[in-house]
């Protein structure tokens, strides 16, 4: 009678338990499969990109899913110059402009991010604000003022015309990633610090800065490719010179009129996306730990 009775007890929790069970299982599940589908419709242009530009130029328009008819002749293509196309220099340009302008962020954006978050001041939140703001106004509205300005400063062509204008996209994205960094961090180590005998400068310097090293370093992969993707100011303020890598595919010419070099061109997207997709998968835990510093306490 008690084992009967004892049986019957558990019967339903084991029910219950395995029910559960199965329902993570299954939530588990959906959740990989949803994950591949969003990976497969996120990478599928890439892939398609990198097939592209291995296929030899008179299969362009082959559909063939795979790599099929490959070629090296297309990044040839891309780094000649007998068709005007410079994509070794705009590479080089896209690279000066870009570290000059996220270690110009950087400088500004960390001071201004620190005291943001752990000074207190009048209108500090309208200086947030304002910041924010600057970073959602439309580049396209500022073409034209730009254009116009640095045509009066006789800079047209030159990097200061590419560097200034994509500070003030990069520096407020610096400083709105950092300001939620900065607030998050422990700040009794400071105290301590100063406590034991450090100023404002070396406390900042010996233990904020140390701390906050993946926070600044995500921000400076985020910044950087801010800076190496942009096209709209650079087709305008750039000449042949100082175009950046947007630029130069954007004016890639086939070898004869009215072609369009699309193998060339994807193989030139491949070049450029390289850098970016080698310098992610190496620092990604970095990137990881600085996206998700301060989320949990």
């Keep these: 009678m008690t084992t009967a009775t004892a049986t019957q007890d558990t019967e339903p929790g084991a029910h219950v338990n395995r029910k559960a069970h199965n329902r993570k299982r299954w939530e588990s599940r959906r959740t990989y499969v949803f994950a591949a589908?969003?990976?497969?419709?996120?990478?599928?242009?890439?892939?398609?990109?990198?097939?592209?530009?291995?296929?030899?130029?008179?299969?362009?328009?082959?559909?063939?899913?795979?790599?099929?008819?490959?070629?090296?002749?297309?990044?040839?293509?891309?780094f000649s110059t007998d068709t005007g196309n410079h994509l070794a220099r705009a590479l080089v340009n896209s690279l000066i402009v870009g570290i000059i302008t996220t270690f110009?962020?950087?400088?500004?954006?960390?001071?201004?991010?620190?005291a943001l978050a752990r000074l207190n001041f009048r209108a500090k939140y309208l200086v947030l604000g304002f910041i924010l703001a600057a970073s959602m106004f439309p580049g396209v509205a500022l073409v034209t003022p730009l254009f116009q300005l640095f045509t009066d400063l006789n800079w047209i062509g030159t990097y200061?015309?590419?560097?200034?204008?994509?500070?003030?996209?990069a520096l407020p994205l610096t400083i709105y990633i950092l300001v939620s960094f900065f607030r998050e961090m422990p700040w009794e180590l400071e105290e301590a610090a100063r406590i034991d005998g450090c100023t404002k400068s070396q406390a900042f310097r010996k233990i904020i800065m140390p701390l906050a090293a993946p926070g600044v370093f995500t921000t400076a992969v985020l910044a950087f490719i801010t800076s190496w993707n942009e096209f709209l100011i650079a087709s305008q303020l750039s000449n042949g010179q100082t175009q950046t890598v947007t630029v130069a595919i954007a004016s890639f010419s086939g070898s004869q009129p009215h072609q369009e070099p699309y193998t060339a061109v994807m193989a030139a997207a491949t070049i450029v996306t390289i850098p970016l997709v080698i310098m992610v998968l190496v620092f990604q835990k970095q990137i990881v730990a600085g996206l998700t510093a301060g989320a949990v306490k």
């Design 160 to 169: 200061q015309a590419l560097i200034i204008p994509y500070i003030s996209f």
């Design 104 to 114: 110009i962020s950087l400088m500004f954006g960390i001071f201004a991010s620190y």
């Design 37 to 78: 589908l969003i990976a497969i419709w996120c990478l599928l242009p890439a892939y398609w990109m990198v097939v592209t530009a291995f296929r030899d130029v008179g299969f362009t328009y082959d559909a063939t899913p795979f790599f099929s008819h490959v070629t090296l002749d297309n990044f040839r293509a891309a």
